[in-house]
């Protein structure tokens, strides 16, 4: 049996680091639906991680992502986090949402525009010397759409190159999370498509690259957790981007789509006592609340995490690896599924009231008003989203 | 053999109509990158089609999407078609940008959404008697986002109701073709997932009502031939959106992913004898060249329709019989591979320049200055796009 | 809030049928496991489905495999089944595995070959009338492995024939179960692949034909829950054969790879008033216990199916209608797995034990000794499986 | 424009290496349909082998499948294929038809089975030496059906000590072809599931140790040809396992399927300069021809890559690079799509003229009356097949 009290212990020390983006507009190529409320700038994007925060009481970080959250004075906006019981977590790039990127941005064909798209990364360790932010996060839209477009193989020596060039420009406390995508915006091939990609370049550049697992970026029939252990086996996996879909990157509150999956995932963390913070992973949200409101939803997606640790701190290992080492297929299937299958929402809710939170971080956050007050306050200026 | 004379004549006589919204803007969720020289109204988009039709002589048509090229007066918009050489095809709706829409337009819980979405259908059908189109072609991004966000069936007699209010309204000679989706932008359930639930809604509407098949709103593994072959045994095919995708809804050229599942398509049309614009099926395009230029890649993309119809056409259709009812797997695979992998392109030069035409249309659209003419003269004013 | 008398009155009526050769070797193409004490013939293999009944109490029929299970005497195999305490169900044909069906049964190109398959359909509908059976299963793996090698087209002729005649054999109290299967054994084409294909058929027969589910047959990416709930609508389902599965036809316990998605299946059976058996549904297995023992992998899945409608039947009906009536999305999904995260293992405990039988029909099974017996006394002779 | 006559001498010194095990027996789960005149021993295999390199001249050597080949004296065997005017190239292990591998071989938890399953690779390199065979390949069947049923880390360590001292074994000339496969006959998880995993074990062993591309093995969407010049660029290619899918691993003639991809992907190869066999890549078929004759198909196989190989050698690289560079996205695909669309089949009727061969290798075998002296002579005794 689990021991009950280092269980709760765990699901006290979990830190789930939520995205500056999430709390602004977005939607699919066929429209965003705007929403009231939504956060004009980036201290209201604090303001509203900050309430995550204040009802789960495991999200006190938060990534931004560059130029979306662009200020001119980083100091003063990490006081202001200060302020409301955050921090700043990692800096996100972004290289594709000018028009100068069409055809790629470090593995543009073109110099200059290789040459622009390295410069910004150089720019957000930077502005992370400025945060105190760790963890870089790179993920390239670079790809092509049609065969032939571009070679292959030249791309990878480009995307080398500035990787090399982005990974030397790091201080000692610094490290690259270096994110993968099957598809989407490239539809024939993705200059970073699998893990093994993602693993190939970070064995090159070094220790301090590590590898990003975002959950929603496979191919059908993947087995995720499969990569997690593989990678923790090999010290390359540094983060996560949770979210959750269904058959493309969907970018739903992770645990919504496949809970099972969420599970199988955060037990091969717990088997590889890879859960405390101190063990360096990142587990981050990367999600877009397109048609349901967003703060509760990030708030549910915590919640959704937190459940999913629960059971996977509570499976039996003992009793596991016993009907393991044993070949019995049936007992060893039965004692995970075990765990999955308890209802952990007392457990959490106990773990709640110790840490003086309320047990039910949705109903006090609806009980709040906040909702209420943004969407009363923040009118007029033009919302955050993907496009700001 | 198949008698080249009748190929000939088989292919002067194809019809594809290429759609208003592929000669404006268009994106993914990351980006949209505008493109120089992009039309700013429906009279632009149609003086790009005519381009198309020009050089190819088999895209006489254009389909219009509404509210994108809505005009206070369509006879004025046929007129100005008719002197451009081309016509008014299939009538498009667009129940997806409104902001009443973000939980489902005819499907939606709340029936005054409904209501409207219902009341631009029917509008949709004035418009159909003013320009003179024969087809109103539906596709409806409504669907969930998450287990539980709504009532699966409930939605489904809400689209019944709909859709028998629109069939109803129809001309004698005006018909539905209704278009089907797996995903996107809905991610958990699309209320049209499949040809099926088409399939089974026009049966229920009536002959007027047929399927219209998206080459790329499939299932991986999906034969999309199967489909064609049997809705045309079962006389329900009634259009096809062409594209092509490697993995979701990629909108690429046509033939530019997988020319030989294009082949395999056409080749079943040709052999239920429906090639012919007198069968009834419309050809359409349905694309987005969010990274190639719009005008060329449309004209490629018909190019690519027509090879693929020409090897169709050379399948020797009683070698490939004998060696089907023969049970000879080898024979009858290697009949069909001859005429796939016979070179058309010689052909199809005859064709066009027994037509009049430049046996080389993309080559002749190059040298006709079009392109750097719009990218001239096109300057101020909104350029079209999804959004526009 | 659900009424908790009536979901223990659903849940002890609850029906699931098993099928005999689940109980019998199986394996893949690389390799049959054997396992010691497997059947040997109908009568053992009824023996092994009586254990499962014995301890979950709601398998009390089971389904027979033709020619598999042949006997002289089904009177005698039908008293026999009676003194078990259970009784015969489902007759299902086999048309793939004589050499003759290389090319195809029913839509062979050879009309001996299809006579021949034909006459096996008919065969087990006298069967049927022996046993008492209701239903007439029919999966066909009639396929392509090549583009060409038969004509699509005629092979749904032939087919419709085939089942036309089988159709019309029918007593008034027998119907068909259509299945349907994206692929394999044929790997390029299958002539039922879809459930489109299935209801298509279906209606043409007649009200006596229902679509048959397989869980483990759809492309991937497909709302499985979309079509119950979509034939659910039409009056067309039949039945399921349920399983579970990771990427292809897997045949896992049910349950056992995606949970979350047998919960969302049997919401809609409950949603749509489907579960008790006297609406019709067939709830039957149809799985291979590749590598686990196999009475026990049964009771499991019988448990697994049961705890996904426990889950279902704890649904909150009203506040779920009303969130969706609202539009709130968040508290929609929120009343749907609120019911999901429920631990219902003490209900269906409570269930068992009120029915006279252990709460712990996996504990009772192996203490039962049945496995060590089989092992000891099934020995010699010829161990059933799916070229037994 | 390519130059021909390099194209041709490329053609001409190209090899294509045939499995044994093609020319037997094969099937799916569901059925082996046996053919006439198939092998019953090694010797009628290398027979056979040598039909389909007298008739394309590019395929001398014939990979063996330990146990199925084994033979007592492999200097007779080595001898007799002489004299065939073939060779002896790979060798493949089998650790997964032994009952003792149900759980797994060199991953399983039953250190006693690991022993067992590393000893018969250790065995494979003893014949390798007597046969004089560069390439040891590697397929595991390990894996798991069920969430939990064994440790996914644990077993990624047991896999490593087993290729470490298969490694460490090997003659300075050996080395290792380590393949990935995504599921089969593992359905949850596979111990080798993807090239990423594969390239990981490589680089640990040392440089005598390379990833073997299997075209079957994918999730669905993965690019391929990326696959291939990633793992060019790395130096970490060392073999392909030619075959065709449209689902799984369907293991259908090469180029059935999905010819463009096929020539996708010897463009990469032909880019990476890597098609001459003294880069040290093996292009080996692996196939099962479960209803076409096997002879011709195989001989067809070997066409279908002579094709592929000849339109990326057409290719016009300078154009392409040129068009590449000015970020021409229509044309570059137009270069690369002009090669594929061209008609190599008179190019490659030359090379075979040339070569002192027929060009129709086909028409030339059945002509030979091969097929039918092996149906007539060939009676008696046991047919090779998979568990043969």
Same mark, same amino acid.
């Given at each position: 049996?689990?021991?009950?009290?280092?269980?709760?212990?765990?699901?006290?020390?979990?830190?789930?680091?939520?995205?500056?983006?999430?709390?602004?507009?977005?939607?699919?190529?066929?429209?965003?639906?705007?929403?009231?409320?939504?956060?004009?700038?980036?201290?209201?994007?604090?303001?509203?991680?900050?309430?995550?925060?204040?009802?789960?009481?495991?999200?006190?970080?938060?990534?931004?992502?560059?130029?979306?959250?662009?200020?001119?004075?980083?100091?003063?906006?990490?006081?202001?986090?200060?302020?409301?019981?955050?921090?700043?977590?990692?800096?996100?790039?972004?290289?594709?949402?000018?028009?100068?990127?069409?055809?790629?941005?470090?593995?543009?064909?073109?110099?200059?525009?290789?040459?622009?798209?390295?410069?910004?990364?150089?720019?957000?360790?930077?502005?992370?010397?400025?945060?105190?932010?760790?963890?870089?996060?790179?993920?390239?839209?670079?790809?092509?759409?049609?065969?032939?477009?571009?070679?292959?193989?030249?791309?990878?020596?480009?995307?080398?190159?500035?990787?090399?060039?982005?990974?030397?420009?790091?201080?000692?406390?610094?490290?690259?999370?270096?994110?993968?995508?099957?598809?989407?915006?490239?539809?024939?091939?993705?200059?970073?498509?699998?893990?093994?990609?993602?693993?190939?370049?970070?064995?090159?550049?070094?220790?301090?690259?590590?590898?990003?697992?975002?959950?929603?970026?496979?191919?059908?029939?993947?087995?995720?957790?499969?990569?997690?252990?593989?990678?923790?086996?090999?010290?390359?996996?540094?983060?996560?981007?949770?979210?959750?879909?269904?058959?493309?990157?969907?970018?739903?509150?992770?645990? @919504?789509?496949?809970?099972? !999956?969420?599970?199988?995932?955060?037990?091969?963390? /717990?088997?590889? +006592? *890879? %859960?405390?913070? #101190?063990?360096?992973?990142?587990?981050?949200?990367?999600?877009?609340?397109?048609?349901?409101?967003?703060?509760?939803?990030?708030?549910? @997606?915590?919640?959704?995490? !937190?459940?999913?640790?629960?059971?996977?701190?509570? /499976?039996?290992? +003992? *009793? %596991?690896?016993? #009907?393991?080492?044993?070949?019995?297929?049936?007992?060893?299937?039965?004692?995970?599924?075990?765990?999955?299958?308890?209802?952990?929402?007392?457990?959490?809710?106990?773990?709640?009231?110790?840490?003086?939170?309320?047990?039910?971080?949705?109903? *006090?956050?609806?009980?709040?008003?906040?909702?209420?007050?943004?969407?009363?306050?923040?009118?007029?200026?033009?919302?955050?989203?993907?496009?700001?």
């Amino acid at each position: 049996m689990a021991d009950l009290a280092a269980v709760k212990r765990a699901l006290t020390a979990q830190r789930i680091e939520t995205p500056s983006w999430a709390y602004g507009n977005s939607g699919t190529r066929f429209k965003v639906f705007a929403q009231p409320g939504v956060p004009r700038n980036p201290e209201e994007k604090l303001a509203d991680a900050a309430e995550v925060h204040r009802y789960t009481g495991v999200a006190p970080a938060v990534a931004l992502h560059i130029p979306w959250d662009k200020v001119d004075d980083y100091a003063k906006l990490n006081a202001y986090a200060e302020s409301l019981g955050i921090e700043i977590g990692a800096i996100n790039t972004n290289v594709f949402q000018d028009d100068d990127y069409k055809l790629g941005s470090v593995t543009n064909p073109d110099p200059r525009i290789r040459r622009k798209a390295t410069d910004h990364l150089l720019e957000a360790v930077d502005i992370m010397d400025q945060t105190g932010s760790r963890d870089l996060k790179l993920w390239f839209s670079d790809g092509l759409n049609y065969p032939g477009q571009d070679d292959l193989r030249n791309r990878q020596d480009r995307l080398a190159a500035a990787l090399r060039e982005t990974y030397d420009r790091l201080g000692d406390h610094q490290r690259i999370l270096l994110e993968y995508k099957l598809f989407e915006p490239a539809f024939y091939a993705t200059d970073v498509p699998d893990w093994g990609t993602s693993y190939a370049h970070c064995i090159e550049l070094g220790e301090r690259a590590t590898v990003c697992i975002d959950t929603g970026h496979h191919a059908p029939g993947t087995n995720i957790e499969f990569i997690v252990a593989f990678l923790l086996r090999q010290k390359k996996l540094g983060a996560f981007d949770f979210n959750s879909r269904f058959y493309a990157d969907d970018d739903l509150m992770v645990g @919504s789509a496949d809970p099972f !999956q969420l599970f199988r995932i955060m037990y091969e963390i /717990v088997r590889g +006592d *890879a %859960l405390n913070p #101190a063990y360096g992973i990142s587990f981050m949200l990367d999600q877009c609340h397109n048609i349901e409101r967003k703060i509760p939803a990030i708030i549910r @997606s915590v919640m959704n995490v !937190q459940e999913a640790t629960a059971k996977a701190l509570l /499976v039996d290992r +003992d *009793a %596991l690896t016993r #009907a393991q080492d044993a070949g019995d297929v049936l007992e060893a299937n039965a004692v995970l599924m075990d765990a999955y299958n308890t209802d952990v929402r007392p457990l959490l809710a106990e773990v709640r009231t110790d840490a003086g939170l309320d047990p039910d971080p949705i109903g *006090a956050y609806r009980r709040s008003g906040h909702d209420e007050k943004i969407i009363a306050t923040r009118v007029g200026g033009n919302q955050a989203g993907w496009g700001a």
